[in-house]
């Protein structure tokens, strides 16, 4: 179903980069805990990621991602992930994380 470039544009996707990145074992599927910061306006939030396939935690580190900040927060568990990091299917079925291909200002906006 196509949508409207108004729709779109209702999405804020922003450049954020990972702070630190922990297990979530609480979690129903194997997933990290990520905190992400956005930079100025949006500050750092916290995220539930399902990496574990294709990363290990310790090298998300400071790593650039892209997350959806203006969904509502959601209950994972125990916790409330206030942002969507974006990924896409790799080859058996982990995810991928979408990331700029090249360094880009924190906070930036997709268009």
Do not use: H, W
Not at 21 to 37: G, M, W
Request: hydrophobic share 40%; proline share 10%; charged share 25%.
């Amino acid at each position: 179903m196509p949508i409207s470039f108004d729709d779109f544009e209702k999405v804020d996707i922003r450049v954020g980069r990972i702070l630190s990145a922990e297990p979530f074992p609480e979690a129903r599927k194997p997933a990290y805990k990520l905190q992400i910061d956005f930079g100025e306006g949006i500050g750092v939030k916290k995220s539930s990621a399902q990496l574990t396939a294709y990363y290990r935690a310790e090298e998300l580190k400071d790593r650039l991602v892209l997350a959806v900040v203006n969904f509502p927060p959601r209950q994972i568990g125990p916790m409330m992930s206030e942002v969507l990091t974006l990924g896409v299917p790799g080859p058996d079925g982990g995810v991928v994380l979408i990331v700029p291909e090249r360094e880009a200002p924190i906070g930036g906006r997709l268009f």
